[in-house]
């Protein structure tokens, strides 16, 4: 019973992402000549090699693709995946974003909506949104909170659904 689901970014996903590069690989070329003009600026340095780091981080959690199996639900991003069990699953639903989602820890845009956010309805939860109009949110037994997103959500929603029931 292997399905596959696309992630989709929205435009506001895609052209966040290519201006953000474009505009740090700028300040990359810019640091690199300042530090290679005047050797003492590190502060220059730092503050461009902590920006990189925090660009990777979400990079590599950026969503790509999620597949069901017979066991597990799983969420391919850049370099890994996460795994949720059916029998871990105490909810699926589609979700729609509030005005009062906040974001704790993550990208808001950039290589998607990843990271930690906070929402007054659900409380904490981890993001890996490409599309936020195509979200929904996964509660999990020992109750951690997920909200994905894929192109057919609601194909996806009822074929977990037909699972865990």
């Not at 979400?58 to 059916?86: C, D, H, W």
């Given at each position: 019973m292997e399905q596959y689901f696309?992630?989709?970014?929205?435009?506001?996903?895609?052209?966040?992402?290519v201006v953000v590069t474009v505009a740090l690989l700028g300040l990359l070329n810019y640091s690199?000549?300042?530090f290679m003009i005047d050797n003492d600026d590190y502060e220059a340095l730092l503050i461009s090699v902590t920006i990189f780091i925090l660009y990777g981080i979400f990079m590599i959690n950026a969503p790509i693709s999620v597949r069901l199996t017979t066991q597990y639900f799983e969420l391919k991003k850049v370099v890994g995946s996460i795994r949720i069990e059916y029998?871990?699953?105490?909810?699926i639903g589609r979700y729609r974003p509030a005005l009062s989602d906040m974001?704790?820890?993550?990208?808001?845009?950039?290589?998607g909506f990843v990271g930690v956010f906070r929402n007054s309805d659900i409380g904490s939860y981890n993001a890996f949104i490409g599309d936020m109009q195509q979200s929904?949110?996964?509660?999990?037994?020992?109750?951690?909170?997920?909200v994905f997103s894929v192109e057919d959500v609601d194909d996806l929603i009822a074929s977990i659904k037909r699972v865990i029931r």
């Amino acid at each position: 019973m292997e399905q596959y689901f696309k992630v989709r970014w929205s435009w506001w996903v895609r052209i966040t992402t290519v201006v953000v590069t474009v505009a740090l690989l700028g300040l990359l070329n810019y640091s690199l000549n300042k530090f290679m003009i005047d050797n003492d600026d590190y502060e220059a340095l730092l503050i461009s090699v902590t920006i990189f780091i925090l660009y990777g981080i979400f990079m590599i959690n950026a969503p790509i693709s999620v597949r069901l199996t017979t066991q597990y639900f799983e969420l391919k991003k850049v370099v890994g995946s996460i795994r949720i069990e059916y029998a871990a699953i105490s909810y699926i639903g589609r979700y729609r974003p509030a005005l009062s989602d906040m974001k704790m820890f993550g990208s808001g845009g950039l290589w998607g909506f990843v990271g930690v956010f906070r929402n007054s309805d659900i409380g904490s939860y981890n993001a890996f949104i490409g599309d936020m109009q195509q979200s929904f949110l996964i509660r999990t037994v020992e109750g951690r909170v997920y909200v994905f997103s894929v192109e057919d959500v609601d194909d996806l929603i009822a074929s977990i659904k037909r699972v865990i029931r």
